[in-house]
């Protein structure tokens, strides 16, 4: 599934690569880095390096990766990034805890990687330990391509739907578009959709799959037609960033439609569960403590993050005041937060089998059916999460 996110452009010739503090021309290893391990010591049962891939650009949804760097920690000058295959490599540190004996390999998606599916990449490449994979997609391809989620990185998913309020101002729900007869921009073959058409939340004939991600179309159309978004990223741009608008827009979370997917959740394929799990054991606890210290505080990662999409020059455009605000949404709507059990990256199993409920007539009428017997078990775990780290 596509992310959602605005890219101007979409140039990724190979540049000169550079990093805070190593160059790389393109070879995935990090500068040796000869620090002490501190009190999580992950190099007996993980891998050496840990290799996550990303579903988009470096930004504050991806932050709590970008923090496991420590970029502004004494091991900052070990990390390398990679202009050419657009990720970044370095010592995993957590926290205040100090190095974990392993380095950490963030992988960028979306363009960066031609926008192919994170979890079709994970069954291609064995390096790949982490994806960011979305459960509705999980749902679809529990058959062939099954991935189990062990933490979700956002509670609530961000994507949603805008409108001009100058143009619509009796429109303050994505049903109300029905009435309003807005045209709706979006990238084509994504699932929510089909539930919003299918619930009669939005008639089928009103859908625009021609939403590439650029805001040209929307810009053109004067506020007549509606598009899908990141509350944690379009509001801001399209406000402040995007020539032509300069203006607020309005918006509805899917999420409060009822179609209530984890987006990004971090997973690993289904066969590969039991093989990593002394390493998960102790890995998706330092996770869970990476997203709690960037939530908390964010200033030396986000400027980090900002720094290395320059330095990528893909163009993905992310500016400090883009990292701030979205930091300010994923707190004020609450879209990174505490499961149900009150643990920090916890799936809830009625939730979870709402979504197949929902989704799995979709995919059989599209001849791509989820696993015979499907069930909540077979798309996540909590086993490996500290109930003890919460927001």
Known sequence: MKNFRTITAVSLAASTAVSLGACSDGDSAAPAYDG???????????PSTVTVQ????????????YELLDPS????????????AKKVTGPLVDGDLGYTGVNVEIRSGGPAIGNQAVTSLMYQDPDIMLGYVNMDSAVQHSADMPTT????????????IMWDPQTYPQVHSIADLKDAGADVLYFSDETYMKYLTGAGILDESQTDSSYDGSPSNFVAAGGKKAQQGFSSSEPYQYEHEVEGWDR???YQLVHETGFQTYKSTLAVKTDQLDAQSACLEKLVPVIQRAQKNYMTSPEATNSFIVDTVGKFNAGW????????YAVTMMRDEKLVGNGTDGTLGSF????SSRLIDQL????????TPVKEGLTTDDLYTNRFLDPGVSL
């Open 36 to 46: 002490q391990i501190g009190a999580t010591d992950l190099s007996a049962v993980c």
């Open 54 to 65: 990303a579903d988009w650009f470096p930004g504050a949804e991806e932050g709590l990766l």
């Open 73 to 84: 920690g004494e091991s900052s000058d070990a990390i390398t990034v990679d202009t050419d």
């Open 149 to 160: 989620s062990v933490f979700s990185t956002l509670d609530i998913s961000p994507l949603m």
């Open 248 to 250: 607020l827009v309005d």
């Open 317 to 324: 455009i992310y500016s400090s005041g883009m990292a701030d």
């Open 348 to 351: 809830d199993s009625g939730r």
């Open 360 to 367: 799995t007539p979709v995919f059989a009428g599209q001849g």
